[in-house]
């Protein structure tokens, strides 16, 4: 399988649920992105890794939990998530230095 | 300031129109420089990469102006496919790394 991959392509949890994306490149990149893109809003850069380090976290709320066990793979664990969390999450990959970065399909998460 | 600033439009036009948008940043120190486009529901994709001397591919020009901090996409010849949003990143140096931050994109119609 090339690119990047993502999945589950559609979640709907509870508030009270705890469940994680996973993000998948076959690229060969060695940086690696979360991103939140809620309806008429901006993409929103939530966590950034570079050589599995994280680099960058944009103020995002401690519910929302990232893990980088290697440079192919990328996680974002969630737990007592709010409805206003409600949005597609697209993962991206790239190689380190400010290069072009590829996304995957994104996972639309609905919070009921 | 905004540290990207696009026009979300809409941007209506016939098709065979030419077409240009622009985004402009705020950070004097940003190095490299991306348009993506992003359909409906879909994930963004690389449309390509802007440079000082002005990249061409096709019907499309990507041009980057450091001096008043802004980028343009020329679109010539438009089809009814080049509807989508079309998104600016500009890559800003932070701590050894680069972190992106995308603009709010602007929507394009192509109508018969």
């Known amino acids: 399988e090339t690119g990047v991959t993502q999945t589950p392509r559609h979640l709907v949890m509870g508030m009270t649920n705890k469940k994680s994306l996973k993000c998948e490149q076959h690229?060969?990149?060695?940086?690696m992105y979360w991103y939140k893109q809620s309806a008429k809003k901006p993409l929103e850069l939530m966590f950034v890794y570079s050589l599995e380090e994280r680099v960058e976290n944009n103020s995002v709320p401690s519910r929302f939990s990232p893990e980088c066990p290697n440079s192919s793979h990328l996680f974002l664990h969630l737990h007592t998530l709010q409805p206003e969390d409600s949005a597609l999450y697209l993962c991206?990959?790239?190689?380190?230095?400010?290069?072009?970065?590829?996304f995957g399909p994104g996972t639309r998460l609905t919070v009921t | 300031r905004k540290e990207v600033e696009q026009d979300p439009g809409p941007f209506n036009v016939p098709e065979g129109a030419t077409v240009a948008f622009n985004c402009t940043y705020s950070n004097s120190a940003s190095q490299s420089f991306f348009w993506y486009r992003q359909d409906c529901r879909k994930e963004p994709k690389l449309l390509m990469s802007v440079y000082s001397s002005g990249n061409e591919d096709g019907r499309f020009t990507a041009q980057l102006n450091r001096a008043s901090q802004y980028i343009s996409l020329l679109i010539r010849d438009s089809k009814l496919s080049d509807s989508a949003t079309y998104l600016c990143?500009?890559?800003?140096?932070?701590?050894?790394?680069?972190?992106?931050?995308f603009g709010r994109g602007t929507s394009l119609i192509v109508h018969p």
């Open positions: 990143v500009v890559n800003s140096p932070s701590g050894g790394s680069y972190i992106p931050t």
């Open positions: 991206a990959s790239g190689l380190r230095g400010g290069h072009e970065q590829y």
């Open positions: 690229l060969g990149h060695n940086a």
